[in-house]
């Protein structure tokens, strides 16, 4: 029923979480895990920085064609016999 997601969905996924938690913890915390594991805005943070960013994309593209397969309307609902014309 489900559809399988490929290495690249998944890769995209834990960066995701990664991005995700590390966020909550700047929010909460005010700590930068990449920064402490990598170094402030160095070569390696910016790569995963980079590459959390690119995964926000991904997904952005994977909900969208998510989107057009699950039954979603094309046009707005509304018009003459449904009961919701202005």
């Known amino acids: 029923m489900g559809t399988k997601m490929s290495s690249l969905d998944w890769i995209a ?4 979480i990664v ?5 909550g913890l700047i929010a909460v915390a ?4 990449v920064a402490a594991l990598f ?3 160095s070569m390696l943070s910016r790569i995963v920085y980079g590459l959390v960013g690119l995964s926000a994309v991904w997904a952005i ?6 989107g ?4 979603m309307p094309s046009k707005p609902a509304g018009g003459p016999g449904t009961g919701m014309n202005a």
Request: aromatic share 8%; hydrophobic share 40%; no cysteine.
């Open 13 to 16: 996924g834990i960066l995701l």
């Open 19 to 23: 991005g995700g938690l590390n966020w």
């Open 30 to 33: 005010d700590f930068d895990l």
């Open 39 to 41: 170094g402030k805005m």
């Open 61 to 66: 593209g994977m909900l969208s064609k998510k």
């Open 68 to 71: 057009k397969g699950a039954g």
